[in-house]
């Protein structure tokens, strides 16, 4: 069983370190990359600032997502679509 993070600042802090964590209520994907907190899920994506992240999932439940080849996703080739995406529709 995987621990969850019931701590939104040690949850910060696992994402300041490079961590992918996923929000159990949503199961949203949330990462830190160039200094913007990118959020992703089946149905969306955004990016948000830090003091929004804060306060927007401070009551939430975080897991460290480990990427495995069961799972058939990438987070990357995810991203790389939805930029793909938006430039060229």
Do not use: P
Not at 3 to 13: L, R, V, W
Not at 14 to 38: D, H, R
Not at 44 to 63: A, G, L, R, V
Request: glycine share 2%; proline share 0%; net charge negative.
């Amino acid at each position: 069983m995987k621990k969850k993070i019931t701590s939104i600042i040690e949850a910060n802090n696992l994402l300041k370190a490079g961590y992918v964590l996923v929000i159990v209520e949503n199961k949203t994907a949330i990462c830190i990359k160039e200094s913007a907190y990118f959020l992703m899920n089946e149905n969306w994506h955004t990016k948000i600032k830090e003091d929004d992240f804060m306060e927007m999932f401070e009551n939430n439940t975080f897991i460290i997502w480990e990427n495995s080849s069961d799972e058939g996703i990438s987070l990357q080739k995810d991203e790389e679509y939805y930029a793909w995406r938006h430039k060229y529709l």
